[in-house]
């Protein structure tokens, strides 16, 4: 299959999805690889941060296989329950990645390329990104969370425009709309991520998990309950020799050597 995994620093792992001659789509086999790579990264205790991103230079996921994946989610539907979420890659339903995620964006980044961004943490891309949710076109809807995820990020207008029309926008735009965090020259793009990464997982394995979970949180439930859970969570590490250390390496100037509890 073509998605690539490899392992750098023993803790942060890289994924590409590499179908350059078909722009990085998936179709419905492609689709379960890349959902059972997100299940390995899950599962490795080791792993602390994976880069998503694609191969070729033109694209770094235009969504679905159109012909081959649409017949299948059409015969899907004929037997769902309404409600019945249905996770891209293995990566745009709730909750199916644990631990914090980069996607490294070149060219197109589109309908559910640009929802399985979206479902990332971070996301940077280069000066040739273009982003965009063309689902109306084709007489459906982004239906792995673009519908959800895009408004919380951009803004409702932006958003709607965005959905409503299927326009492309590009990196520059989705830079000063908050859509991604930093836009790159192409040669700068992998070392940008891995040096996110890095930092990521230089920092309290235990921290930068709950406070992942913390900011997650905030966009689902009221500021009364997000911030009891906040305190909730910063209770907790407060107690752990994570934040011990953490104190005591601030105190003698040197580098933290967190444990994970």
């Known amino acids: 299959m073509s998605i690539d995994f490899k392992i750098i620093d023993q803790s942060i792992a890289h994924i590409t999805i590499n179908r350059p001659e078909r722009l990085n789509s998936l179709d419905v086999q492609h689709d379960r690889s890349l959902a059972n790579v997100w299940k390995r990264f899950n599962e490795n205790p080791d792993l602390k941060v994976a880069i998503l991103t694609g191969a070729g230079g033109r694209a770094f996921c235009t969504g679905a296989d159109i012909l081959d994946y649409i017949p299948h989610r059409r015969r899907m539907a004929e037997h769902q329950s309404g409600n019945a979420a249905v996770s891209f890659g293995g990566l745009t339903a709730d909750n199916d990645v644990t631990k914090p995620t980069i996607a490294a964006i070149d060219g197109f980044c589109v309908a559910g390329g640009l929802e399985l961004a979206l479902a990332c943490d971070i996301r940077i891309a280069t000066h040739s990104a273009r982003f965009a949710l063309p689902e109306v076109k084709w007489g459906i809807l982004p239906g ?17 425009r965005m959905i409503l029309t299927g326009d492309e926008i590009s990196a520059e ?3 000063n709309n908050g859509l991604v965090t930093d836009v790159v020259d192409r040669h700068e793009l992998h070392d940008v991520a891995l040096d996110i990464a890095r930092r990521i997982v230089s920092n309290g394995p235990l921290a930068v998990a709950a406070a992942r979970q913390a900011v997650l949180a905030s966009f689902e439930v009221p500021l009364f309950h997000g911030l009891a859970q906040e305190a909730e969570l910063q209770r907790h590490l407060l107690l752990t020799d994570d934040a011990r250390e953490g104190v005591a390496a601030f105190s003698e100037r040197r580098k933290p050597r967190y444990i994970g509890r």
Do not use: C, N
């Not at 792995?144 to 408004?151: E, F």
């Open 144 to 160: 792995g969370g673009g519908t959800q995820r895009l408004g919380k990020i951009v803004g409702l207008g932006v958003a709607m």
């Open 173 to 175: 735009v989705a830079l």
